[in-house]
């Protein structure tokens, strides 16, 4: 069959060509090849109309063009291989994603590699006649939302700034007029060199974004400083603030502190004190807060959850870990402890495996952890504005809460039933009974059961009610 050749046609049919290439989320190549495809199906096979169970891949590929979409541009550098993940992560916050590496970055992972995470062809090749028959990277520098640049080499750096297009990575930065995210990587000499202060400096000038460079160990032996690329879930939280910004809500401007899960308390290097915390209530109150505007830092226990979208992420092991990272967040306007830290560990845990011996089992001390819904709640300095605990009983429930709510010093305890009848821990639905302070007395307000998103959207909006009437 003839190739296909579009430039022949007039330029009202290449527009509309273009046009609807651009709507489906393909080149003009491929949509030609789709118009022809169709053309050439019998009437016959063609599904019947109205609503479609299972859409082919064809039909689900237009709605991509309802997603934010983000040119990829990967750099040769050994931080090549974390670009990989970034894809991942983008495509978890529902972005799409269109990847382009340079001749180097192809040393370090392949484009086979890159296309198949990203469901899309990648791009390399700035004469490639596939793509370049309809102008291929201007396409690739205008058909998108946001350029991120990742790893973005010292080189690959210096030919942005000095406005160089001799491949097609640069062709499409020089060709765009869309936001440009870098995510620098490199040796940290080469870092701090004043020709790349040089470089950064212009290209901050020019109006291009930057994300990191971190501080820590490098790829060669020895090396440490400022240079490692930011990490993949940085990037992509950087990435999503720029494509959706922030929309004002009621808690806009607030930060927002959560704890969620359980912690691991260590009893050698291979055993530990835990709960059955999932963290799924405090990582969808975590969600909702981001959802109504809110600043929100997740200090998370070891959890098998995705991050919520828009939310810092802290990981943590131990209660000591979390209480650290805590302190370390305030000052905060609102604390909500949903974590289930556990109340003991080992006094002297145990640095190889403790092994079974003939007289039975070796003793464990347990003393108490460090509480820190206390500690926060009798904070001097900076106790945020409100502070709301957590109260997962197996009995006596509201008792037991009211008399935590006193104890602590919170100004709220959100209590629930956590005994294996009532299926909460590691469950999707919760009921919950919101206790707070009414001058000497306690209030307690019962809510039925509901989903734990359900549950962390009321528990918001009862916040942001709260917050308004006390700063009105």
Request: proline share 6%; hydrophobic share 45%.
């Amino acid at each position: 069959m003839a190739s296909l050749t579009v430039r022949k046609l007039d330029e009202a049919l290449k527009a509309s060509l273009r046009l609807r290439a651009a709507k489906a989320g393909r080149s003009v190549e491929d949509e030609v090849r789709m118009i022809l495809r169709e053309a050439a199906e019998p009437q016959a096979v063609k599904p019947p109309s109205g609503p479609a169970r299972n859409q082919p891949h064809r039909a689900r590929a237009s709605s991509a063009t309802d997603l934010p979409r983000v040119t990829l541009i990967i750099g040769g550098g050994i931080a090549a291989y974390k670009a990989l993940d970034l894809i991942r992560r983008l495509k978890e916050r529902d972005i799409h994603v269109r990847c382009v590496m340079t001749r180097a970055a192809q040393q370090f992972v392949t484009p086979l590699t890159a296309g198949a995470l990203a469901d899309e062809r990648c791009y390399t090749d700035l004469f490639d006649a596939q793509s370049e028959f309809d102008a291929g990277h201007i396409r690739l520098a205008r058909d998108t939302d946001l350029i991120i640049v990742a790893p973005a080499t010292a080189d690959l750096m210096a030919k942005m700034a000095q406005g160089h297009a001799d491949d097609l990575a640069t062709a499409i930065l020089l060709a765009t007029n869309r936001p440009v995210l870098v995510a620098p990587a490199m040796n940290p000499l080469m870092w701090a060199n004043v020709a790349t202060k040089r470089n950064v400096a212009q290209l901050a000038h020019d109006g291009v974004s930057f994300i990191g460079p971190n501080s820590g160990e490098m790829a060669e032996a020895n090396e440490a400083g400022v240079g490692r690329m930011s990490e993949p879930t940085e990037i992509a939280v950087a990435a999503e603030a720029m494509l959706r910004p922030p929309q004002t809500g009621p808690l806009a401007g607030k930060k927002i502190l959560i704890t969620a899960g359980p912690t691991h308390e260590p009893i050698d290097p291979v055993r530990y004190i835990a709960n059955r915390s999932s963290g799924k209530q405090g990582y969808a109150i975590a969600a909702s807060a981001a959802e109504a505007g809110a600043d929100v830092t997740l200090i998370s226990g070891p959890v098998d959850l995705d991050d919520p979208t828009g939310v810092r992420v802290i990981r943590v092991e131990s209660a000591r870990d979390m209480l650290a990272q805590v302190e370390a967040a305030l000052p905060i306007d609102i604390a909500i402890f949903a974590a289930a830290v556990a109340d003991w560990r080992i006094a002297n845990a145990g640095e190889q495996k403790i092994k079974k011996t003939a007289s039975g089992m070796p003793p464990l001390q347990l003393v108490e952890n460090p509480d820190i819904l206390a500690t926060i709640s009798k904070h001097q300095q900076n106790r945020p504005q409100l502070v709301i605990g957590f109260a997962a009983e197996t009995q006596n429930l509201i008792e037991n809460a009211t008399s935590k709510l006193k104890r602590k010093g919170c100004d709220w305890i959100v209590a629930n039933d956590v005994s294996p009848a009532s299926g909460v821990m590691g469950g999707d639905r919760n009921t919950v009974h919101i206790l707070t302070r009414d001058n000497a007395e306690v209030a307690v307000d019962s809510w039925p059961v509901m989903t734990k998103e359900e549950v962390a959207d009321a528990l918001v909006a009862k916040i942001a009610s709260t917050i308004g009437q006390q700063n009105s």
